[in-house]
Protein backbone atom coordinates (compact mmCIF):
# COMPACT_ATOMS: atom_id res chain seq x y z
CA UNK A 1 0.00 0.00 0.00
CA UNK A 2 0.99 3.69 -0.18
CA UNK A 3 1.29 4.35 -3.53
CA UNK A 4 1.55 8.38 -5.22
CA UNK A 5 1.19 8.29 -8.77
CA UNK A 6 2.05 11.47 -10.76
CA UNK A 7 0.70 12.88 -13.72
CA UNK A 8 2.71 13.90 -16.30
CA UNK A 9 6.21 12.43 -16.10
CA UNK A 10 7.45 14.29 -18.44
CA UNK A 11 6.02 17.54 -20.16
CA UNK A 12 8.15 20.66 -22.66
CA UNK A 13 6.03 23.71 -22.94
CA UNK A 14 6.37 27.43 -24.19
CA UNK A 15 7.43 30.31 -22.17
CA UNK A 16 4.05 31.88 -21.24
CA UNK A 17 2.06 28.83 -20.75
CA UNK A 18 0.89 26.97 -17.64
CA UNK A 19 1.04 23.61 -16.67
CA UNK A 20 -0.64 21.39 -14.83
CA UNK A 21 0.69 18.46 -12.54
CA UNK A 22 -1.35 16.01 -10.96
CA UNK A 23 -0.60 13.95 -7.51
CA UNK A 24 -2.90 11.07 -6.58
CA UNK A 25 -2.41 8.59 -3.39
CA UNK A 26 -3.66 5.83 -4.99
CA UNK A 27 -4.69 3.02 -2.47
CA UNK A 28 -5.19 5.59 1.03
CA UNK A 29 -6.46 8.57 1.68
CA UNK A 30 -3.98 11.39 2.23
CA UNK A 31 -4.53 14.04 4.77
CA UNK A 32 -1.82 15.93 3.70
CA UNK A 33 0.52 16.39 0.44
CA UNK A 34 3.39 18.16 -0.22
CA UNK A 35 4.94 19.76 -3.34
CA UNK A 36 8.56 19.82 -3.80
CA UNK A 37 10.92 21.21 -6.58
CA UNK A 38 14.44 19.94 -6.92
CA UNK A 39 16.76 21.23 -9.34
CA UNK A 40 19.77 18.89 -10.69
CA UNK A 41 21.97 18.09 -7.86
CA UNK A 42 20.54 19.98 -5.13
CA UNK A 43 17.89 18.75 -2.18
CA UNK A 44 14.03 18.46 -2.22
CA UNK A 45 12.85 22.12 -1.58
CA UNK A 46 9.36 22.27 -0.13
CA UNK A 47 6.97 24.96 -2.10
CA UNK A 48 4.03 24.22 -0.19
CA UNK A 49 1.61 21.74 1.86
CA UNK A 50 -1.99 21.09 0.89
CA UNK A 51 -4.62 20.16 2.99
CA UNK A 52 -8.25 18.82 1.62
CA UNK A 53 -10.93 21.29 1.39
CA UNK A 54 -8.07 24.41 2.40
CA UNK A 55 -6.03 26.93 0.79
CA UNK A 56 -2.19 25.63 0.66
CA UNK A 57 0.43 27.35 2.65
CA UNK A 58 3.27 28.70 0.46
CA UNK A 59 6.94 28.17 1.85
CA UNK A 60 8.56 31.48 1.93
CA UNK A 61 9.95 32.81 -1.50
CA UNK A 62 7.63 30.69 -3.67
CA UNK A 63 4.65 32.89 -5.32
CA UNK A 64 1.42 31.13 -4.91
CA UNK A 65 -0.34 33.42 -7.69
CA UNK A 66 2.15 31.55 -9.54
CA UNK A 67 1.83 28.13 -8.36
CA UNK A 68 -1.15 27.68 -8.03
CA UNK A 69 -2.38 24.31 -5.66
CA UNK A 70 -6.27 22.63 -5.58
CA UNK A 71 -6.95 20.18 -3.08
CA UNK A 72 -9.92 18.62 -4.40
CA UNK A 73 -10.22 15.46 -2.98
CA UNK A 74 -8.19 12.89 -0.15
CA UNK A 75 -6.86 11.81 -3.17
CA UNK A 76 -6.10 14.40 -5.52
CA UNK A 77 -3.65 17.18 -5.62
CA UNK A 78 -2.54 19.49 -8.54
CA UNK A 79 -0.10 22.06 -8.97
CA UNK A 80 -0.49 24.68 -11.48
CA UNK A 81 2.34 26.73 -12.67
CA UNK A 82 0.91 29.79 -14.75
CA UNK A 83 2.52 31.66 -17.19
CA UNK A 84 5.31 29.16 -16.98
CA UNK A 85 9.33 30.71 -17.83
CA UNK A 86 12.94 28.69 -18.46
CA UNK A 87 13.87 29.18 -14.71
CA UNK A 88 10.46 27.58 -13.82
CA UNK A 89 12.34 24.21 -15.39
CA UNK A 90 12.56 22.07 -12.69
CA UNK A 91 11.78 18.36 -11.00
CA UNK A 92 8.32 18.39 -9.49
CA UNK A 93 7.91 15.82 -6.79
CA UNK A 94 4.38 15.65 -4.53
CA UNK A 95 4.38 13.55 -1.72
CA UNK A 96 1.21 12.37 0.53
CA UNK A 97 1.04 11.30 4.20
CA UNK A 98 -1.55 8.86 5.14
CA UNK A 99 -4.87 9.76 6.97
CA UNK A 100 -5.09 7.99 10.46
CA UNK A 101 -1.58 6.57 10.54
CA UNK A 102 -0.53 7.13 14.13
CA UNK A 103 2.32 9.06 14.75
CA UNK A 104 2.81 9.51 11.34
CA UNK A 105 5.27 11.49 9.66
CA UNK A 106 6.33 9.45 6.81
CA UNK A 107 5.69 10.68 3.22
CA UNK A 108 5.01 8.78 0.19
CA UNK A 109 6.40 10.47 -2.82
CA UNK A 110 5.38 10.51 -6.48
CA UNK A 111 7.55 9.31 -9.19
CA UNK A 112 8.00 13.06 -9.95
CA UNK A 113 7.60 15.33 -12.78
CA UNK A 114 10.45 16.41 -15.03
CA UNK A 115 9.10 19.81 -16.50
CA UNK A 116 11.50 21.85 -19.13
CA UNK A 117 10.39 25.32 -20.36
CA UNK A 118 11.72 26.42 -23.83
CA UNK B 1 12.05 26.40 12.64
CA UNK B 2 14.46 22.86 11.92
CA UNK B 3 17.78 23.03 10.15
CA UNK B 4 19.20 19.97 9.19
CA UNK B 5 22.95 20.03 8.25
CA UNK B 6 24.23 16.78 5.98
CA UNK B 7 27.93 15.48 5.59
CA UNK B 8 29.59 14.44 3.53
CA UNK B 9 28.10 15.75 0.26
CA UNK B 10 29.97 12.94 -1.76
CA UNK B 11 31.43 9.82 -0.43
CA UNK B 12 33.51 6.77 -2.29
CA UNK B 13 34.07 3.45 -0.91
CA UNK B 14 35.32 0.53 -2.31
CA UNK B 15 32.72 -2.40 -2.77
CA UNK B 16 32.21 -4.06 0.50
CA UNK B 17 32.94 -1.44 2.56
CA UNK B 18 31.28 0.19 4.90
CA UNK B 19 29.95 4.12 4.45
CA UNK B 20 28.96 6.24 7.21
CA UNK B 21 26.34 9.68 6.44
CA UNK B 22 25.77 11.90 8.74
CA UNK B 23 22.96 14.71 9.67
CA UNK B 24 22.52 17.26 12.72
CA UNK B 25 19.04 18.87 13.02
CA UNK B 26 18.38 21.86 15.07
CA UNK B 27 15.26 21.36 16.65
CA UNK B 28 14.75 19.43 20.22
CA UNK B 29 11.13 18.88 19.48
CA UNK B 30 11.58 16.55 16.49
CA UNK B 31 10.38 12.83 17.14
CA UNK B 32 11.04 11.18 13.48
CA UNK B 33 13.76 10.78 11.28
CA UNK B 34 14.00 9.36 7.88
CA UNK B 35 16.63 8.46 5.46
CA UNK B 36 15.75 8.54 1.78
CA UNK B 37 17.54 7.02 -0.99
CA UNK B 38 17.24 8.75 -4.71
CA UNK B 39 18.18 6.92 -7.81
CA UNK B 40 19.26 9.75 -10.80
CA UNK B 41 15.74 10.77 -12.11
CA UNK B 42 13.48 8.73 -9.94
CA UNK B 43 11.37 9.61 -6.64
CA UNK B 44 13.07 9.29 -2.95
CA UNK B 45 12.23 6.42 -1.34
CA UNK B 46 12.28 5.45 2.43
CA UNK B 47 14.92 3.36 3.45
CA UNK B 48 15.06 3.24 7.15
CA UNK B 49 13.82 5.46 9.61
CA UNK B 50 13.68 6.14 13.51
CA UNK B 51 11.57 7.85 16.06
CA UNK B 52 13.14 9.37 19.24
CA UNK B 53 12.54 6.74 21.48
CA UNK B 54 14.92 4.77 20.59
CA UNK B 55 18.99 5.11 19.94
CA UNK B 56 19.36 2.67 16.91
CA UNK B 57 17.32 0.80 14.36
CA UNK B 58 18.61 -1.72 11.94
CA UNK B 59 17.77 -3.30 8.94
CA UNK B 60 20.15 -6.39 7.50
CA UNK B 61 23.00 -3.85 5.87
CA UNK B 62 21.32 -0.61 6.63
CA UNK B 63 21.24 1.02 10.48
CA UNK B 64 20.48 4.07 11.69
CA UNK B 65 21.93 5.92 15.24
CA UNK B 66 20.24 8.63 16.58
CA UNK B 67 21.74 11.31 19.36
CA UNK B 68 19.39 12.84 20.85
CA UNK B 69 21.22 15.40 23.08
CA UNK B 70 23.76 15.85 20.54
CA UNK B 71 21.03 16.02 17.98
CA UNK B 72 22.34 13.98 15.25
CA UNK B 73 22.06 10.67 13.53
CA UNK B 74 23.46 8.66 11.08
CA UNK B 75 22.96 5.86 8.45
CA UNK B 76 25.36 3.04 8.36
CA UNK B 77 25.20 0.98 5.31
CA UNK B 78 27.56 -2.25 5.55
CA UNK B 79 29.02 -4.65 2.88
CA UNK B 80 28.07 -1.87 0.19
CA UNK B 81 27.17 -3.21 -3.04
CA UNK B 82 27.45 -1.16 -6.90
CA UNK B 83 23.56 -0.74 -6.42
CA UNK B 84 24.08 1.46 -3.00
CA UNK B 85 25.25 3.83 -5.57
CA UNK B 86 22.24 6.69 -5.02
CA UNK B 87 22.11 10.22 -3.52
CA UNK B 88 20.89 10.05 0.46
CA UNK B 89 18.57 12.53 2.11
CA UNK B 90 18.12 12.87 5.34
CA UNK B 91 15.30 14.33 6.97
CA UNK B 92 13.71 15.97 10.38
CA UNK B 93 10.18 17.45 10.85
CA UNK B 94 9.70 20.85 10.62
CA UNK B 95 5.74 20.95 12.74
CA UNK B 96 4.14 23.85 12.52
CA UNK B 97 0.43 24.79 13.05
CA UNK B 98 -0.36 21.28 13.29
CA UNK B 99 1.09 20.03 9.72
CA UNK B 100 4.49 17.73 9.53
CA UNK B 101 6.60 19.42 7.08
CA UNK B 102 9.92 17.46 6.29
CA UNK B 103 13.04 19.35 6.52
CA UNK B 104 15.89 17.64 4.20
CA UNK B 105 19.64 17.47 4.00
CA UNK B 106 21.73 18.69 1.10
CA UNK B 107 22.12 15.02 0.11
CA UNK B 108 25.06 12.76 -0.29
CA UNK B 109 26.34 11.31 -3.25
CA UNK B 110 27.38 7.35 -2.82
CA UNK B 111 29.32 5.88 -5.31
CA UNK B 112 30.21 2.92 -4.57
CA UNK B 113 33.84 1.26 -6.23
CA UNK B 114 33.76 -2.18 -7.75
Known amino acids: GAVVSQHPSRVICKSGTSVKIECRSLDFQATTMFWYRQFPKQSLMLMAT?????????EQGVEKDKFLINHASLTLSTLTVTSAHPEDSSFYIC??????????????FGPGTRLTVL | GENVEQHPSTLSVQEGDSAVIKCTYSDSASNYFPWYKQELGKRPQLIID?????GEKKDQRIAVTLNKTAKHFSLHITETQPEDSAVYFCAAPNIIQGAQKLVFGQGTRLTINP
Open chain 1, 50 to 58: SNEGSKATY
Open chain 1, 95 to 108: SATRQGLIAGNEQF
Open chain 2, 50 to 54: IRSNV
